[in-house]
């Protein structure tokens, strides 16, 4: 990716991402017959990109973004509860568009705090249910199957547990869990093995370990 001595001095100073294209307008990506690639953003271009982006996709718009990855999206989807304002759900969609999961589905309250997010819900699909039984329709609509993520009585390890290629892993709120109708909707819980005293782990790492443990298995 291009660099320039300015990019370097602005990252000693703990700033991320790159400056102006080096080279100016004349030096800009462009497609045959002379136009600007149509994937780049030519405010960025000129000004600078300091998105928390990978590099591969510096100076891209958001659209073109968003398009590159539908093109390689994995068959798994995240879904988690939101009963009570939980602050872990910006976490798990920033975890989600990490991995590049399909779908993100909040599950209860429309509204969720996007601070955790750090505007990466901009490039992950989102979808909204009202409640576990619209949730389940939809699943079922799709196939896909609903794998529950909670350390109750009844529930397997992950280690060892064959994750569905095609599947969505579900998780409740921080201190409830999965909600006894959203129990009903799973073909299976499965729960994270612990060693020390306290009894669970934040739904914003569950889903890390989770999501990874799929990735691990099918990617």
């Known amino acids: 990716m291009?660099?320039?001595?300015?990019?370097?001095?602005?990252?000693?100073?703990?700033?991320?991402g790159v400056g102006p294209w080096p080279g100016g307008p004349q030096s800009w990506p462009r497609v045959e017959g002379g136009a600007v690639d149509?994937?780049?953003?030519?405010?960025?271009?000129?000004?600078?990109?300091?998105?928390?982006?990978v590099?591969?996709?510096?100076?891209?718009?958001?659209?073109?973004i968003v398009a590159d990855l539908d093109s390689r999206r994995h068959p798994l989807h995240i879904a988690i509860e939101n009963w009570h304002h939980d602050l872990n759900i910006g976490s798990v969609v920033r975890?989600?568009?990490?991995f590049a999961v399909a779908q993100v589905h909040i599950v209860g309250?429309?509204?969720w705090n996007r601070r955790g997010a750090m505007v990466t819900d901009r490039y992950q699909h989102v979808r909204h249910h009202e409640d576990a039984q619209a949730f389940a329709q939809w699943a079922h609509s799709e196939g896909v199957r609903v794998i529950g993520i909670d350390n109750i009585d009844g529930s397997v390890p992950i280690e060892g547990f064959e994750f569905p290629r095609d599947c969505v892993l579900v998780?409740?709120?921080?201190?409830?869990?999965l909600?006894?109708?959203?129990?009903?909707?799973?073909?299976?819980?499965?729960?994270?093995?612990?060693?020390?005293?306290?009894r669970s782990i934040n739904a914003g790492a569950a889903a890390a370990i989770a999501m990874h443990s799929w990735i691990v298995q099918h990617v």
Request: aromatic share 8%.
């Open 2 to 16: 291009p660099t320039t001595q300015h990019d370097a001095d602005l990252m000693h100073e703990g700033e991320v």
């Open 38 to 53: 149509p994937r780049f953003d030519p405010q960025l271009l000129e000004h600078g990109d300091r998105r928390n982006v």
């Open 55 to 64: 590099d591969e996709y510096r100076y891209w718009t958001m659209e073109a």
């Open 95 to 98: 975890t989600a568009n990490a």
């Open 109 to 111: 309250r429309r509204r």
């Open 171 to 177: 998780f409740g709120q921080e201190k409830t869990g």
């Open 179 to 198: 909600t006894p109708e959203m129990q009903q909707a799973v073909t299976d819980i499965v729960h994270i093995t612990q060693y020390g005293s306290t």
